[in-house]
């Protein structure tokens, strides 16, 4: 069986859209959990792309459509993000609901996590970061940053407590520095944080999870560490509102019902289906989940960025020199061997990494397009292609380390401090509050409505009544009253 192994430590294989091709003759499955990502192997052992549509036919995940990001659009006023145009947000669990509850003013948060398995983070990290931080902006709502450093610790032979929790340090740093709001963001490490109602939750959550059902989504054994069995419920807990009393506030029969919207690479899908399947019993809100696609390593197809391969991946911490040298050198092209052929043929921008970063950190829909055509008809040469991924990630990387400056100390200990954080400038208990004033408000206009519609029949009726009774002179009292039932039916 072609089973991915994790590229790092502790960390999960990545998913690139490279990965994305037609496949036939399957004979082993594809896997997909956050231990093993496989798209299967068919009968020659070739390893096979990953097929999005069976996640979405097999897990219930709901396929991302034009329709439901015009509502998005509509709902928010903010054009989606050009992850969200650009297709590499392939799948959600429930974005209609949130976009429900953000139309009525009714509170929800924003929850990611990074497992933090080595110093330096790379590009391709920052993509989730990246949404989660425009979506923090479009719907103006708290967001909370879950540093996985017992998850690291549990699956990994190498990381030890000591380096897992220097890992979530220097990388929370690095996340500040992507662009969140202090005021609206509280990020936690796991082995600092758990205790009281977080803690509470993970256990409610243990109590009720089988080790069959964790054996079943996961793929474990009998011999796997009971570290990584429990660890589902800890990933969970910051699911519930209820854990962070800090946040939403001690109210737990109110804050139950505040739910997340949890952005994140698809390999962390079966976390949050465990979730989901069991949060309504607790009489907890069911977490709704955007699935995200990852930015493919320099290799090109099939091949995952690794921070522990340092030519495999552009690192935010990278200057300008090492950006250039690493896409000349090892990007993998989809161009043509010689200039005259590249002229003649055009180059494969569904294959071509320098094309495919772009389309990822390029913002602008009309560049890009004038540059797949260009690439495609053999206009623009590889090394031009390159030239111009080269410029937009030294941009992205160069704006990302002057913010990375500023995070002092201080900084940081804003976003990790017990804070009430605001929603639309408000906090949990004044929004709910609100939402249920507006709702008790709607509720007695219309039944006001109803009571002045059923008044204003009832004169109709009256009205209407002598004007029956002359034409139906001499038909009797029943006529009448069959009128009265019709006008009754207008109403
Ligand atoms: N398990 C994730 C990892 O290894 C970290 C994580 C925790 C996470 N909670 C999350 C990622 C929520 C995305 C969304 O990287």
Do not use: W
Request: proline share 5%; aromatic share 8%.
């Amino acid at each position: 069986m072609a089973s991915t192994l994790p590229d790092e430590p502790g960390q999960p294989p990545k998913l690139t859209q490279a990965t994305l091709a037609n496949k036939s003759n399957v004979v082993t499955e594809q896997v997909i959990n956050p231990f093993e990502v496989s798209g299967g192997v068919d009968e020659t052992g070739k390893a096979l792309a990953i097929d999005f549509d069976k996640i979405v036919r097999d897990f219930g995940a709901t396929a991302m459509t034009p329709a439901l990001l015009e509502r998005f659009e509509r709902v928010t006023g903010k054009r989606p993000h050009r992850l969200m145009r650009r297709g590499m947000v392939t799948s959600h669990r429930d974005l209609d609901k949130m976009l429900d509850r953000y139309e009525r003013g009714e509170p929800f948060y924003l929850y990611t996590g990074r497992g933090p398995s080595s110093d330096s983070m790379h590009v391709g990290h920052a993509m989730p970061f990246e949404l989660t931080r425009y979506l923090q902006e479009a719907f103006d709502c708290p967001l909370v940053i879950m540093l996985t450093d017992d998850e690291k610790f549990m699956h990994s032979d190498k990381i030890t407590i000591k380096d897992a929790k220097r890992y979530a340090l220097e990388n929370s740093k690095d996340i500040i520095a992507l662009g969140f709001d202090p005021k609206k963001t509280f990020i936690f490490s796991d082995f600092e944080f758990v205790s009281g109602a977080f803690y509470e939750n993970m256990c409610l959550l243990a109590k009720h999870t089988t080790f069959n059902q964790i054996r079943g989504t996961f793929g474990f054994d009998e011999h796997v560490n009971i570290g990584k069995i429990h660890f589902p419920a800890t990933q969970s807990a910051t699911a519930f509102a209820t854990s962070f009393p800090h946040i939403f506030g001690e109210d737990e029969l109110k804050t139950r019902n505040i739910p997340c919207l949890i952005p994140c690479a698809i390999d962390q899908d079966p976390y949050f289906r465990q979730c989901r399947d069991r949060a309504e019993k607790l009489k907890h809100k069911k977490p709704a989940l955007l699935h995200m696609l990852f930015l493919p390593a320099l290799q090109g197809p099939g091949s995952k960025m690794s921070a522990s391969v340092s030519t495999s991946a552009i690192f935010l911490s990278d200057k300008p020199n090492e950006i250039k040298n690493k896409i000349n050198k090892y990007a993998f092209s989809g161009g043509q061997d010689t200039a005259e052929k590249q002229r003649e043929l055009g180059g494969r921008a569904d294959v071509d990494v320098p094309y495919q970063y772009l389309s990822f950190f390029l913002e602008d829909d009309d560049e890009l397009e004038r540059i797949r055509q260009d690439y495609e008809s053999g206009k623009l040469m590889t090394g031009e292609i390159k030239a111009i991924c080269i410029k937009h990630l030294q941009q992205f990387v160069a704006d990302f380390q002057e913010r990375r400056k500023a995070v002092s100390e201080d900084v940081r200990a804003d976003f990790f401090a017990r804070k009430a954080l605001l929603f639309q400038g408000k906090t949990a208990e004044q929004m709910m509050n609100e939402a249920e004033e507006r709702k008790k408000k709607e509720k007695a206009e219309k039944k006001a409505a109803d009571q002045k519609a059923k008044e204003k029949a009832k004169e109709e009726n009256v009205a209407v009544a002598p004007q029956v009774t002359p034409e139906d002179a001499g038909k009797g009292h029943k006529k009448t009253t069959s009128t009265v039932s019709v006008g009754r039916s207008k109403a």
